[in-house]
């Protein structure tokens, strides 16, 4: 489809979303109009969370590349290059929008494969609670599908003044913060393990750093199963650091600390010992790692 007038309103519009996992989901219920979904390929669980959220299935990638006029990409970042390839090989005109964790040089290369583009990225929990979930939007034609989330549980938010690569830039320095230091935390409890001296870091940090016992736990709880999806994020946040003309070590380790927690993937959650002993590479074939999502 042809890139829609400015005239179209976004109840009229037809949206694509590729794919609706846990955060796109919700991405997809967010937006007004009608919501396109491919499901070629897709797991019975997506099936089941994009059949809940009253999407509309049009089979495969070409239906959807034909009817829709904007197409937002919400997946892994180590597989975002990929799928707007597919996407612009299917020769989709619309507006396409990369709501990935991608470094600024990885949407601009991106872009390069789109007449209309917008840079996005996502920061929050998947949006099911108002307040939470905010989507940043940047680029010529930010402000048209920002109108498509308008009065929804979803914030979109235009970066007045941003050229392609500042929204993936905001979500690059966030990130580097929140899900860097849970890896530098969870290395930093796995060398208390190692040398024997865990219980008397964790008294240490009860006297002078409260709150990084809970916050452990809620690693291994909340962030072991995702951490595969993180390892490509912190990758690409390596890389904006060294395009900077910054250190990108603490990201490249970064990187590798979640690449060892890759055995929790799709796990309900994780304890803290379980975490500790991948990362040590000390685990025995027994441990239980919990039910699978």
């Not at 109009?33 to 999407?55: D, F, I, K, P, Y």
């Not at 899900?179 to 006297?207: P, R």
Request: aromatic fraction near 6%.
């Amino acid at each position: 489809m042809s890139e829609a007038s400015a005239t179209t309103t976004p109840d009229e519009a037809v949206t694509g979303v590729l794919h609706p996992g846990d955060m796109g989901v919700t991405v997809a219920a967010a937006c007004a109009g009608t919501v396109l979904w491919a499901s070629e390929g897709r797991s019975a669980e997506t099936r089941e969370r994009a059949h809940g959220a009253g999407l509309t299935d049009v089979g495969d990638l070409a239906s959807l590349v034909a009817a829709a006029d904007i197409v937002i990409s919400v997946c892994p970042p180590h597989g975002a290059e990929e799928l707007a390839a597919t996407v612009a090989d299917a020769g989709f005109a619309g507006c396409y929008v990369d709501a990935n964790a991608v470094s600024p040089a990885t949407a601009r290369r991106i872009a390069a494969r789109f007449e209309h583009f917008v840079d996005g990225s996502l920061i929050g929990p998947p949006a099911r609670e108002p307040g939470t979930t905010r989507l940043y939007l940047a680029g010529p034609g930010a402000a048209r599908v920002a109108a498509r989330f308008a009065g929804s549980l979803l914030d979109a938010r235009v970066l007045d003044g941003g050229g392609i690569g500042a929204a993936s830039a905001l979500k690059m320095a966030y990130a580097s913060w929140t899900k860097g230091t849970n890896a530098l935390l969870v290395a930093v409890a796995a060398l208390a393990a190692a040398e024997g001296v865990s219980d008397e870091l964790t008294a240490e940090w009860g006297l002078s750093q409260s709150g990084l016992s809970q916050r452990l736990t809620y690693t291994a709880i909340r962030s072991a199963p995702k951490a595969w999806r993180w390892v490509g994020e912190m990758d690409e946040i390596a890389d904006t650091f060294a395009a900077a003309g910054l250190p990108d070590g603490f990201h490249r380790a970064a990187s590798e600390v979640f690449a060892r927690l890759g055995e929790f993937k799709n796990a309900r959650s994780a304890s803290v010992e379980q975490m500790l002993e991948a990362l040590l590479g000390t685990g025995s074939e027994s441990a239980e790692v919990g039910e699978s999502a």
